[in-house]
């Protein structure tokens, strides 16, 4: 007898569909008060909202990260080559080289390689910066504007993946040494010479301890991202707010490192019900460390993908001029579904 074969699932009503649409409408409408409410939040603090430029010379030199790119033609035919931004970052430091001392932009990204219930290839990434401040005085910030959005909701948590955190929890603070010993049972720290450049077989070794899956081909950084993705981030922030702080100084390319401990970098993340929020530094203004880090990444970038990015130079001059200063990303549309209580990214945003 001749199997009939199931019959295929209809396919997606478009994001336009009225009935798909409606479903959606309360959780725009909330994004659309959360926005109006941390706009407030940092006006009220004397904040200057800014609008980077989308086309840009460099979308950023970090080894994973993806661009898409494009050409700009000039009235008699000059062709030259652009990307779309993948974070304001660049433009807003230049900023701060110009003067500025606290600055935001909901800024619209781009990347590739990236999809599923909290990717886009476009979104909206919340950035901020304050010269002259600590980098704890922004990871105080990240926890103000979550409690802002709850507030607009309103809701007393934030939700997701069944899991439900109290925005008023007392945060929890704990360094990548720390959790990749509770987590793991890796000693990172032994992972890494004294300039905070990994070690790969001692990471190795105890990657394939702890039950990692490794490549001959993985990198440290491969390696690394392995444990974090496996073993730490699916536990961080289930019953708090959660700072993931001092990453190892060669896993974190825009952030200066600790004056108490060079082995590791002013840099941090916000998770909250196992979902990354925010990623924010005490920024590097050294150029020539800051131009060593970018050509070490395209290294990486050009043997595991094939292709690099340019070194923006016109953004390395102005660092010469950057006060101390630091800044936060901060995935708007994840905190927008969070605090909604959305399935998917999708759900909050516009159009798709």
């Known amino acids: 007898m001749t199997s009939v074969p199931p019959p295929s699932p209809p396919a997606p009503s478009p994001w336009w569909d009225k009935a798909r649409h409606a479903d959606k409408r309360p959780f725009l409408e909330a994004r659309h008060r959360i926005k109006r409410a941390m706009r407030s939040w940092f006006d009220d603090r004397g904040f200057t909202e800014v609008e980077a430029a989308q086309l840009q010379i460099s979308p950023g030199n970090e080894t994973h990260l993806h661009a898409l790119e494009t050409s700009v033609l000039t009235p008699d035919g000059t062709r030259s080559t652009r990307y779309l931004h993948t974070s304001p970052e660049f433009a807003c430091k230049k900023l701060l080289a110009a003067g500025e001392t606290q600055i935001y932009d909901f800024a619209r990204v781009f990347r590739n390689r990236e999809a599923g219930p909290l990717h886009g290839t476009e979104f909206t990434m919340l950035e901020w910066y304050r010269a002259q401040s600590d980098w704890r005085v922004v990871m105080d910030d990240a926890l103000e504007l979550l409690r802002v959005a709850s507030q607009v909701v309103p809701s007393q948590t934030l939700r997701w993946g069944g899991h439900e955190v109290l925005v008023a929890q007392r945060p929890i603070t704990i360094t990548l040494a720390e959790a990749f010993d509770h987590y793991a049972g890796i000693d990172l720290l032994a992972c890494v010479d004294g300039a905070g450049e990994g070690l790969r077989d001692d990471l190795a070794d105890r990657a394939r301890g702890a039950g990692i899956s490794l490549s001959k081909d993985d990198t440290w950084s491969d390696m690394f991202s392995k444990i974090l993705v496996e073993k730490i981030e699916p536990f961080l922030g289930l019953d708090?707010?959660?700072?993931?702080?001092?990453?190892?100084?060669?896993?974190?390319a825009l952030a200066r490192k600790s004056p108490s401990d060079p082995r590791v970098a002013e840099r941090f993340e916000l998770y909250v019900c196992g979902v990354e929020l925010a990623n924010g530094f005490g920024e590097l203004t050294d150029p020539i460390e800051q131009?060593?880090?970018?050509?070490?990444?395209?290294a990486r970038k050009l043997a595991i993908y094939g292709e690099t990015y340019p070194i923006d130079e016109d953004f390395l001059a102005a660092l010469s001029f950057m006060p101390p200063a630091s800044g936060v990303a901060l995935g708007f549309d994840r905190l927008v579904m969070l605090a909604t209580g959305a399935r998917s990214i999708k759900d909050v945003f516009w159009t798709l």
């Open 291 to 298: 131009r060593l880090r970018f050509e070490a990444d395209m």
């Open 240 to 252: 708090a707010p959660t700072f993931l702080c001092e990453y190892p100084s060669c896993e974190a």
